[in-house]
């Protein structure tokens, strides 16, 4: 159980919200699994238009996963009438994203007025085994006044 206190009272209804809105998501074909205060987990199936050369998810859909899941787990803690912009992230791509389905896991490591941390996690699902696939670090700046 998360000990993170949400700012916003409506954080769920914020992250879907600004979901709905992510196109780049919708490229993937991403949906938010769950959202928890300073967790978020999105899930997505294996499309053979994510793939890179040898079949596996890029490495720059899985990092795009990551990031958002990252970012919306930051969200989560963030105030009312503020948005949440990445400002830095390191990723570790621990083996090929080969997988039925994925789930990415963002978790607040440190939330901070301005700057939260996150983690990040990657799972493949193949033939009902689930296989930690990468990780991301990730930097996240609090940001009022945006739309």
Do not use: W
């Amino acid at each position: 159980m998360s000990s993170h206190k949400p700012k916003n009272p409506l954080f769920k209804e914020s992250v879907v919200d600004s979901f709905a809105r992510q196109e780049a998501m919708k490229t993937v074909g991403a949906s938010i699994v769950s959202v928890g205060p300073g967790c978020v987990e999105l899930g997505f199936t294996h499309d053979q238009s994510l793939t890179q050369h040898h079949g596996f998810i890029h490495a720059g859909f899985v990092t795009t996963v990551l990031d958002s899941a990252c970012g919306y787990a930051a969200f989560t803690l963030m105030p009312e009438n503020t948005t949440v912009l990445t400002i830095e992230f390191k990723t570790n791509l621990l083996a090929p994203a080969l997988g039925e389905s994925y789930r990415a896991i963002g978790q607040v490591k440190k939330a901070g007025r301005t700057i939260t941390v996150c983690d990040g996690e990657l799972f493949a699902m193949r033939e009902g085994e689930e296989k930690l696939v990468a990780t991301m670090t990730g930097t996240l700046m609090c940001v009022a006044n945006r739309d």
